[in-house]
């Protein structure tokens, strides 16, 4: 049973209607007495409330009773109803417990999505967590999710690590949009593609989109599409990344970068599911998953006004935190040699391993650029040395050279030591380091913008996330 929960009796009829045709059963009711009774009598399975709602009899209001009613029944999900100027009422309504919220006038199958996600994520999470053994090793428990989920790639056994796998094995057979933090290089797209393979989306597209790379003035044309004379230089058709992800999943990596003029446009596609093409006036519907991901810290950047509140709490009803390697120092030896053996075969060294004191060795270091720097070091050490069996001596070399004082980016390599284009490479993974990954910082430094950064990084193969 749902509960409708509106002074409205339009409102209230409509809601009902749909409900029902939707196979779902519900009651509605018009006053706060009326909410708190039924909640307290027997709690319903979901509530719809407006966030607008009227007490007179109370002199409290929609925040007030939601409140009350997430206080008789905590776990209960309450889904908000606003118009798109109140978002910042519902905004404070999650904050007080609310699942989710949509805005007036809703559309219907968007609504009904709502409530099918709500419903499914509240299911899984209420749920007892994924059966592993009782008893028995880091390794065995990595077997038996191993079994469950599809998991390529991800590779470790620490309990931090594991407990993200079987977060990810819980929300990712909802449409609920995930928001995954981590320090650069700690693996963040890998975990997105296991949400997106371990969806009923897996068959459908997985889009990924590096929103650091996006300028405001390019973010419709790039993420809606345009057609030809939309604008000026609009000489072919381009069709959006949010088309291409239609029916399936979209990463929306280092949203963290995205500027506040496209953050509001962004908003208001991922709260009522429709677009336009730029020079097309008709409006799109979008039927996808959406995940972002960042570095950065977004609660601190919404407290200094630089990300938007309501997109902050429309894009993480669910957050995964990723352990930066150095909180799971036991996994450093398996990456260490999973990456080995990639190198084998790429190399031709069919005989190429690590010292057990080599391997001791990498596992003190504090590794700041985390996987990404360990893997970066590993294919140095093989390159380099020229031995089959590879000892600490091997990779201390090459870590000082990615721990040392990183120079400021305008600090040169002797003249004629370096190609133009060698060079170019050098003073981009100086910067990098010196900036811990940050690209924003890395572009300004070297006066590139953050589109003709990726371009350099993409031309040098220089890893980046």
Same mark, same amino acid.
């Given at each position: 049973?749902?509960?409708?929960?509106?002074?409205?009796?339009?409102?209230?009829?409509?809601?009902?209607?749909?409900?029902?045709?939707?196979?779902?059963?519900?009651?509605?009711?018009?006053?706060?007495?009326?909410?708190?009774?039924?909640?307290?009598?027997?709690?319903?399975?979901?509530?719809?409330?407006?966030?607008?709602?009227?007490?007179?009899?109370?002199?409290?209001?929609?925040?007030?009773?939601?409140?009350?009613?997430?206080?008789?029944?905590?776990?209960?999900?309450?889904?908000?109803?606003?118009?798109?100027?109140?978002?910042?009422?519902?905004?404070?309504?999650?904050?007080?417990?609310?699942?989710?919220?949509?805005?007036?006038?809703?559309?219907?199958?968007?609504?009904?999505?709502?409530?099918?996600?709500?419903?499914?994520?509240?299911?899984?999470?209420?749920?007892?967590?994924?059966?592993?053994?009782?008893?028995?090793?880091?390794?065995?428990?990595?077997?038996?999710?191993?079994?469950?989920?599809?998991?390529?790639?991800?590779?470790?056994?620490?309990?931090?690590?594991?407990?993200?796998?079987?977060?990810?094995?819980?929300?990712?057979?909802?449409?609920?949009?995930?928001?995954?933090?981590?320090?650069?290089?700690?693996?963040?797209?890998?975990?997105?593609?296991?949400?997106?393979?371990?969806?009923?989306?897996?068959?459908?597209?997985?889009?990924?989109?590096?929103?650091?790379?996006?300028?405001?003035?390019?973010?419709?044309?790039?993420?809606?599409?345009?057609?030809?004379?939309?604008?000026?230089?609009?000489?072919?058709?381009?069709?959006?990344?949010?088309?291409?992800?239609?029916?399936?999943?979209?990463?929306?990596?280092?949203?963290?970068?995205?500027?506040?003029?496209?953050?509001?446009?962004?908003?208001?596609?991922?709260?009522?599911?429709?677009?336009?093409?730029?020079?097309?006036?008709?409006?799109?519907?979008?039927?996808?998953?959406?995940?972002?991901?960042?570095?950065?810290?977004?609660?601190?950047?919404?407290?200094?006004?630089?990300?938007?509140?309501?997109?902050?709490?429309?894009?993480?009803?669910?957050?995964?935190?990723?352990?930066?390697?150095?909180?799971? !120092?036991?996994?450093? /030896?398996?990456?260490?040699?999973?990456?080995? $053996?990639? %190198?084998? &075969?790429?190399?031709? *060294?069919? =005989? #190429?391993?690590?010292?057990?004191?080599?391997?001791?060795?990498?596992?003190?270091?504090?590794?700041?650029?985390?996987?990404?720097?360990?893997?970066?070091?590993?294919?140095?050490?093989?390159?380099?040395?020229?031995?089959?069996?590879?000892?600490?001596?091997?990779?201390?070399?090459?870590?000082?050279?990615?721990?040392?004082?990183?120079?400021? !980016?305008?600090?040169? /390599?002797?003249?004629?030591?370096?190609?133009? $284009?060698? %060079?170019? &490479?050098?003073?981009? *993974?100086? =910067? #990098?380091?010196?900036?811990?990954?940050?690209?924003?910082?890395?572009?300004?430094?070297?006066?590139?913008?953050?589109?003709?950064?990726?371009?350099?990084?993409?031309?040098?193969?220089?890893?980046?996330?």
């Amino acid at each position: 049973m749902f509960l409708i929960v509106d002074d409205d009796l339009a409102v209230r009829t409509s809601l009902k209607l749909l409900l029902k045709q939707a196979g779902y059963e519900a009651q509605a009711v018009a006053t706060a007495a009326e909410t708190l009774a039924v909640v307290r009598e027997t709690p319903p399975r979901l509530v719809l409330m407006d966030m607008n709602f009227s007490l007179a009899t109370t002199g409290a209001d929609g925040l007030a009773l939601l409140r009350e009613v997430k206080l008789l029944a905590p776990d209960m999900p309450v889904i908000l109803i606003t118009g798109w100027g109140s978002i910042g009422l519902a905004v404070e309504g999650m904050k007080a417990g609310a699942a989710e919220f949509v805005t007036k006038p809703w559309d219907n199958e968007a609504l009904l999505q709502t409530i099918r996600t709500v419903l499914a994520l509240n299911t899984s999470l209420t749920a007892s967590e994924t059966e592993l053994p009782a008893t028995g090793s880091a390794a065995a428990s990595r077997r038996q999710l191993d079994k469950q989920y599809r998991l390529a790639g991800i590779i470790g056994h620490d309990p931090q690590l594991l407990h993200v796998l079987r977060h990810v094995g819980q929300v990712a057979p909802t449409d609920a949009s995930v928001l995954i933090e981590g320090e650069s290089g700690t693996g963040k797209e890998l975990i997105a593609e296991a949400i997106h393979h371990n969806s009923h989306r897996r068959q459908q597209p997985f889009v990924k989109v590096n929103l650091g790379g996006i300028s405001a003035s390019l973010f419709e044309s790039e993420m809606f599409g345009h057609r030809r004379g939309a604008f000026t230089d609009a000489k072919t058709d381009r069709v959006g990344r949010f088309e291409l992800a239609n029916g399936g999943t979209i990463f929306l990596d280092e949203i963290g970068e995205l500027e506040l003029a496209s953050q509001v446009k962004l908003l208001r596609v991922l709260q009522d599911r429709t677009y336009e093409v730029l020079g097309d006036s008709k409006p799109r519907r979008l039927d996808i998953r959406v995940i972002a991901a960042t570095n950065r810290n977004l609660a601190e950047m919404v407290a200094q006004g630089q990300f938007r509140e309501d997109l902050f709490y429309r894009i993480n009803l669910i957050t995964v935190r990723l352990p930066a390697l150095r909180e799971r !120092p036991a996994d450093v /030896p398996l990456l260490t040699q999973h990456f080995v $053996d990639q %190198l084998r &075969a790429t190399y031709h *060294r069919p =005989a #190429l391993r690590v010292s057990t004191r080599a391997l001791h060795w990498l596992r003190e270091q504090p590794l700041p650029g985390n996987i990404r720097e360990l893997k970066n070091l590993v294919e140095r050490a093989v390159l380099v040395s020229g031995k089959e069996e590879l000892g600490p001596e091997d990779f201390q070399a090459n870590a000082q050279q990615l721990t040392a004082r990183a120079p400021a !980016p305008g600090e040169l /390599p002797a003249p004629g030591t370096m190609t133009l $284009d060698e %060079l170019e &490479a050098h003073m981009i *993974r100086q =910067a #990098l380091t010196h900036y811990d990954g940050n690209i924003s910082r890395v572009a300004k430094a070297l006066g590139l913008s953050r589109g003709a950064l990726y371009r350099r990084l993409e031309k040098h193969a220089i890893p980046f996330e």
